[in-house]
């Protein structure tokens, strides 16, 4: 006879131990080695929290610099790695092209075999300074346009923005851009985290673990879920077009995309308010409130009917429209930024391994 544990969906699970990060709902924290996400948008920049999850501690000024240049000094990709983009049938997403690009770049791995805390660490520089060209080259080479030159005379963030738009951003847009990849830099254990734990507890590599993870954040009930949103409000000119699409989306049972969490059950993810401000920020630049108002009057609906929040995904969506970038590239922006948890997470799963094997709760023919 079996004894049962079963929790679908994991819910509630511990499935590791980690010094990585931990979503405190009672203290309301989302802590990164021991600081507050959300205070750290506040003053620091996606590079530091970057550099905080690979190395324990914050950088200095001389840390951040030498970090930032070790970045530059990786955004070159392969040229094979563009020529394989460059026959992915059109139709391909951008997602799954960045999935092929990462899965390629184990080939050009000297010591793929060497799982040492030292040599995944230079991997995470390596992948960190090459996701924006990944990125955005894989979606220009599928629209027919030739890649993209990275410019290391901008910051990490500045480039990424320069990269997506072709323009070199203003200070507020890069800002608010930095901001954007801070928020979505790392949180605990969602599904492509943990698929990427999965995979490295056979002892299999860094790249396998992350192209398994972009799998994951296809998905729009995760990562997926951000271009949803703008196509949703994209379908209609204001808000109340907007709250009589949610209401038929809810008769009709639909999921609304944007809202919901695993963790954040009784109130909005800390994260989306950010992006709400940067929202209305940048509405501010343009005096179009349009999406804004769309946005909250979708917010308001969705607590009197479901008790249901907004999740990062929500306001992030019409923050990367306001910043000029194109749909498509929303989820793999999310992963990019990602990468620097994810490789956090496979480096420490490394350091402690024991392969994950669960169970199952038989419910097949008698035997
Ligand atoms: C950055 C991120 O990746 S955040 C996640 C982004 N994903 C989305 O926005 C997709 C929409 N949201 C969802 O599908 C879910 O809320 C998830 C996947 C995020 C969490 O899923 P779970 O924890 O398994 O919650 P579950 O789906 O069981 O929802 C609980 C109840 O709330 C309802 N619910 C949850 N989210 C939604 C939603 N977005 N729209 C409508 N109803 C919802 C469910 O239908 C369910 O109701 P029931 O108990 O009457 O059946
Ligand atoms: O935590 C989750 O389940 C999903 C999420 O918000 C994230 O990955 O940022």
Request: one cysteine or more; charged letters at 25%; a neutral charge.
């Amino acid at each position: 006879m079996q004894t049962i544990n079963y929790k679908p969906g994991l819910e509630g699970v511990i499935a590791v131990e980690t010094a990585i990060s931990f979503l405190d709902s009672e203290k309301e924290k989302i802590v990164i080695r021991g600081q507050d996400l959300i205070e750290l948008s506040k003053q620091k920049s996606y590079l530091d929290v970057a550099y905080l999850l690979l190395e324990g501690n914050l950088p200095s000024p001389v840390e951040k610099a030498a970090f930032e240049q070790q970045l530059k000094e990786n955004y070159d990709v392969p040229k094979e790695v563009i020529d394989v983009l460059k026959i992915l049938p059109k139709k391909t997403h951008p997602m799954d092209a960045q999935r092929t690009a990462i899965s390629m770049l184990g080939g050009f791995d000297e010591q793929i075999d060497d799982r040492s805390v030292a040599a995944n660490k230079k991997r995470a520089i390596e992948l960190l300074g090459k996701l924006p060209s990944i990125t955005v080259n894989s979606y220009r080479v599928l629209q027919n346009q030739d890649p993209i030159q990275p410019r290391a005379d901008l910051s990490y963030s500045a480039n990424f923005l320069y990269m997506i738009t072709g323009k070199v951003p203003t200070a507020i847009e890069e800002e608010i851009f930095d901001r954007l990849l801070l928020l979505y830099i790392e949180h605990e254990m969602p599904n492509s985290t943990f698929s990427a734990r999965v995979i490295a507890s056979t002892q299999s590599d860094i790249y396998g673990a992350l192209t398994g993870a972009v799998a994951s954040l296809k998905g729009n009930l995760h990562g997926g879920a951000n271009e949803a949103v703008m196509y949703m409000l994209n379908d209609v000119n204001n808000a109340q077009s907007f709250v009589n699409l949610l209401k038929d989306k809810l008769n009709k049972k639909e999921k609304i995309m944007g809202f919901g969490h695993r963790v954040y059950m009784k109130k909005m993810d800390p994260r989306a308010l950010i992006m709400k401000e940067a929202l209305h920020q940048l509405c501010q630049q343009t005096g179009d409130y349009s999406l804004y108002e769309k946005c909250e009057a979708g917010e308001k609906l969705m607590e009197q009917e479901k008790g249901l929040f907004p999740n990062l995904d929500y306001y992030a969506a019409p923050v990367y429209w306001m910043l000029g970038i194109p749909i498509p590239l929303y989820t793999p922006i999310f992963f990019s930024s990602r990468t620097a948890g994810l490789c956090a997470h496979v480096i420490e799963q490394h350091e402690h391994n024991r392969i994950f094997r669960p169970r199952v709760k038989y419910i097949g023919k008698p035997y």
